[in-house]
Each structure stands twice: as C-alpha cells, then as structure tokens.
C-alpha cells in the first residue's frame, strides 16, 4: 500500500494544526459559526442530529494495521457522548420507535464507540464532541491519516475497486493513479468551492466493481490494441433526487493526461454550475442539460490547457514510477497457524464460496469480513474490533486490509494454507457469516437515528430483514441480491442502484419508505448500471419486511432453476412484484383491523 512521504506526512501535520488554531479561535468567539463551517466541513466535520459526525478518509480503501489500531483508541477514548446527550437521544429514538406500532424488532442502542465504514470507503464516528476534534485530527496525522476533503463542495476522497491490483481479472492498477489524483486535487486552490460536492472513482478491472457510472467522474482504465494505457472516461453519474448515469465523454484518454482532462471537466463545472440551487448543482445537472456541448466545451477547456497553457500536470512516467513503487507487493509470510476447523463443513466451505475469492498470485486468495451480523449496523466496528481487526491483517495479511464499497473489510494478502486459521479467528468475532453477495449483505446509511438530513431510520429496517433471514440455507437458496437502504434522498445507502432499494421518505411527519427494484451497480452480475423503479406507494417501517418478503416468495414462485433474482426480475417485470408488495400491505391492515 502507499507509504506516505516526508512531504506527505508534514502536509497532513500541518493541516490538523491549522485545524487546531481554527478551531481555538471559534472558541474564543473570533470566528462565527457561519465562517467556521466551511472550514470544519472540509476537514471532515459535521454537525449531526444529536453531535458531530467525522469522517475519515481512507483513500480507495486501503488501510494499514497501524491506522486501524488508532481507529479503535478513537473510537474507545473519543467517541463518547455526554450522558446527558445519550439519554436525550435515546429518548427521541425510543419515541420514534413508539410512532411505529408493528415493528416487531426493537430499534438498535444509541451505541457509542464505533466506527462505521462508509459505501465510499470512509470511516465515520458520530459521538465525538467538536472539542475534542483537534486532538482527533493529530491523532490521525500520527499515522497518515485525516479528513481533508471528505465534506464541502470540492474533490471528494478518490475511490477505487477494492481488488486493485490483485483481481484475477485485472487490467491495470489503477491505485497509483488514484494516488495522483488525490495529491493533485488536495487543498486544490480552484476547486475548493465547487458548486456541490464532487466524487471520483477509479476501476481497474473488467468487471467494475466501483460503480463509476453513478459518479461525477468514472474512469475506466483499459488497454489499447498496442497496449497503451488509458481511460474511458464517464461524466455526469449520481443519485440523489435526480438519478443519473454518466455517459462516455472520452472513449480513451492516454493515462499521461489523466489529471489535465479531469482539470478540464472540473474547470467547466466550476464556471457553469449552478450555485443558485442546491439540488440542481451537481454537474449531472450541467451533462443533462447540455450534452453534446458540455463535452463539447470540456473539449475544448482540454486543448486550450494542452496548447495554451503547456498540459502542465502530465503525469511523466518518472512520476507514475514513483508512486507506481509504493505499491509494490509486500513481503508475505504464511502464518502457519493451527486451527481446529472442519475443512469439509457445510459452514466453512460456505464461508469458502461466498467470502473468498481467487488471486492474480498463485497460492492466495482475498478474504472479505462480513460486516453484516444481528445486533449490530451495517458497516459498524467497535474499539475491540477494529483492534482485532489490526491482528487479524497482521496475521494473516501483510498488515494491510481494505474497506469495500459493501461497508465490508476484506484482506487482501491470504494464504490459501491460512484460510481455516483465518476462518476459525474470524468466527471467533463473529465476521465469519458466509453472507456476502447475498441479502443480508446489504448496504445501509447510519439514517434517522444519527444523520439530521434523514426523513427516516434505516438501521430498524435493516435489523429486522437481517433477523427474518438468518436461515442461511434459506439465503443459499434466494441466491445473489442487492439490498439497499438511504435514510433520505441523498442517497448515502445507494438505494437507486439495488436490486431492492428501500429509501426513507417524509410523509405528514411520519416515517415512510418507498420500494425500488431492478437497480445495479454496473458490476457483471447486476449487468449495466441502472436506478430501480418504485414498485407502489410507501410503505410504514412495519410493513417493510413483509413487503419484502412477499416480493422474494414472488421471485420463488417465477424463477427459472438457476435463475438470479435480477434476471428473473427483468424476465416478468415489475408487476408480480408490486402486486405483491401492495398485497402484503393489505393483509397487515387486514390482520389489524381483525384485531
């Protein structure tokens, strides 16, 4: 993984120390509110429902040991509330909970000490009181890590496929460009306040398994017929109210000119983007609107950089090399650990199929932890676990783990001799569920029950589907399905792209949830990124798991032997489905009215 320079580290030191004086002088009352939101946000601090929220740049995923043990003192010694905060907040929650008669799972504890891992690969901590947040942020500097630029309108932390560079399927390793990318577009004087927010991600592989056509900018890395790299570059994706893909700007742009061209989209963006309206700021808006002469103009913004001003940010291949070097393969030791573990249990050779997935090096595989366990929020790692999580990448994978799109963490240095020592360590706590891909692998923003922007909670939902289907034989037999779940229309759950997506809405005050099937995410099994249409009208938080349950013993009913839920659903349509997503509605006001 990168090993950060003298230059790096000193940068990301300095920031928190700026960050510490703003800080102190907000305090002091030399600066307002209002003037130290911009800069509190662009270092990854928010204000939530109940306290500040940080969020914590891990870039396209990679995270060492070392910094996975400062996430858990964070989270042990730092993310703690007042307990007169907890009670109130648990008041709010458990009168919510009250509002929703029929839920038969109660709504998760307000726990602290968390970290949660994020769908864009960030780590979020939401109980940690603002003054306390400079201590944090050195913290962080101390092993290479911030928050700059996970919040704001400006470049967002760069993203990339979680199996970079290691995929059996590989093209290019797109992790040094990322790198690039991110050294580029850090405190990045012209685009620090951008009309909106801006997100970038990177696939190096033939599957893609980063999503980049629902973000603002998607690059595609691929080889030419005479081997030269470059990227098909895609403008325009995003979710939210508007849910967009992005179309092919550039069929192939040579890697060398990577950063001048993405200069030229973001320079257009910043000088036609709208700033008038929140919700039509994104450049999604700006490629919908103007097709042809966006790319047009992004054209010409490109040539006037190369002939004009010289192309002054072409990346040499000094350069590349350079970065390209800290990616270099780390030297790996088998563990040699004994293990008790039946290799020819149903159980772990379950966990073999769902959890683990083949290498570009002969003799090792990826692990991927589920993070998707009763009694606990997708996504969410308390102090011991992020500790063990520490051990378990020293152990068995070169210290280095990654963080994946699906809020899991997958190791990515495995030997295949270690797979039942690393299993038997793994159930010990409890990572082991041989889930992923399937549906209680699903995907969930922390919503109502921290975010101040949700219409509703997510986590209740996402609890009682994952409490209804733990017969994992049952989830076998349903095969691969993408579940997820946004708290509001922002979309942080990226409930447009599954293949069920559940989205929290305002109705009279009340929570409710509408129901979209037929999304993907663009990877090989989803086929090309696409939103999910709503089956019918929402739905109360009680009625969501039955609602989803009827549309899954509809799919039984129709299926093909062998037939995925996606393909089977494409095959009928939406129909059979909303007929029985409203039918399991009207026989719960049935039953209630019964009673």
Not at 190 to 209: H, Q, T, V, W, Y
Not at 361 to 378: D, E, I, Q, W, Y
């Amino acid at each position: 993984m990168y090993a950060y320079t003298d230059f790096d580290r000193q940068f990301v030191r300095l920031r928190a120390q700026q960050f510490r004086d703003q800080l102190e002088r907000w305090q002091r009352g030399e600066l307002t509110h209002e003037q130290l939101l911009p800069l509190r946000l662009q270092n990854g601090w928010y204000l939530q429902r109940y306290a500040p929220m940080a969020r914590i740049a891990v870039p396209y995923g990679e995270i060492s040991s070392e910094q996975l043990r400062v996430l858990g003192r964070i989270a042990r010694e730092f993310d703690r509330p007042s307990p007169e905060l907890l009670a109130h907040a648990q008041a709010t929650q458990d009168a919510l909970q009250a509002a929703q008669p029929g839920l038969t799972l109660a709504a998760l504890p307000l726990r602290y000490g968390y970290g949660h891992f994020t769908t864009r690969t960030n780590v979020q901590f939401n109980w940690i009181p603002l003054d306390r947040a400079a201590d944090v942020m050195d913290l962080l500097a101390s092993v290479c890590m911030h928050g700059i630029q996970t919040s704001g309108n400006d470049i967002r932390n760069i993203t990339c496929d979680a199996w970079e560079g290691i995929a059996e399927d590989s093209i290019v390793d797109t992790r040094p460009f990322a790198e690039i990318t991110r050294q580029w577009s850090s405190l990045h004087p012209e685009f620090s306040f951008l009309p909106r927010k801006f997100k970038i991600a990177f696939n190096g592989a033939a599957e893609d398994r980063a999503a980049i056509g629902w973000y603002d900018i998607g690059l595609q890395a691929q080889r030419d017929d005479g081997g030269r790299i470059g990227f098909t570059v895609k403008v325009g994706g995003g979710m939210g109210r508007t849910p967009l893909i992005g179309p092919v700007v550039r069929e192939f742009l040579p890697w060398d000119q990577l950063l001048n061209y993405i200069e030229a989209i973001v320079r257009v963006y910043n000088r036609y983007g709208r700033r008038d309206n929140k919700w039509k700021a994104r450049i999604k808006i700006i490629v919908k609107s103007e097709g042809q002469g966006f790319i047009d103009a992004v054209e010409d913004e490109y040539r006037a950089i190369v002939e004009q001003d010289g192309a002054p940010h072409t990346i040499t291949q000094a350069e590349l090399d350079r970065v390209a070097g800290h990616f270099a393969q780390p030297e790996l030791v088998p563990a040699n650990l004994p293990s008790k573990v039946d290799s020819n249990g149903q159980l772990y050779q379950r966990w073999l199929k769902q959890n683990v997935r083949g290498h570009r090096r002969p003799g090792l595989r990826t692990v991927t932890l589920s993070f998707k366990r009763p009694g606990f929020a997708p996504g969410d790692a308390d102090a011991d676990t992020l500790d063990a999580l520490a051990r378990l990448a020293e152990q068995f994978s070169a210290a280095e783990a990654r963080i994946t799109h699906e809020q899991n963490l997958m190791l990515p240095w495995v030997h295949e001799a270690d797979l039942p020592a690393l299993y038997e360590a793994a159930r010990a706590l409890g990572l082991a569920q041989p889930n992923i891909g399937l549906l209680t692998d699903l995907i969930a923003c922390p919503g109502g029950d921290f975010c101040s922007l949700a219409n509703a909670r997510s986590l209740p939902i996402a609890a009682a589907i994952t409490e209804r289907y733990q017969d994992i034989d049952e989830l076998f037999d349903l095969g691969p399905i993408d579940l997820h779940m946004s708290g509001c229309i922002n979309s942080c759950g990226h409930h447009h792209s599954g293949h069920i997506g559940i989205l929290g809405v305002d109705k009279d005050g009340k929570e409710w949830y509408q129901v979209t099937l037929g999304g993907s995410d663009g990877s090989t099994l989803s086929g090309p990124a696409i939103g999910g249409k709503v089956v019918g009208p929402s739905f109360s938080a009680a009625e969501v798991p039955d609602v989803i349950e009827a549309i899954l013993d509809t799919f039984r009913a129709l299926r093909r032997p062998g037939e995925l839920f996606i393909d089977a659903l494409r095959r009928v349509g939406h129909e059979p489905f909303k007929t029985a997503a409203n039918g399991a509605r009207q026989q719960r006001e049935a039953e209630a009215l019964a009673e």
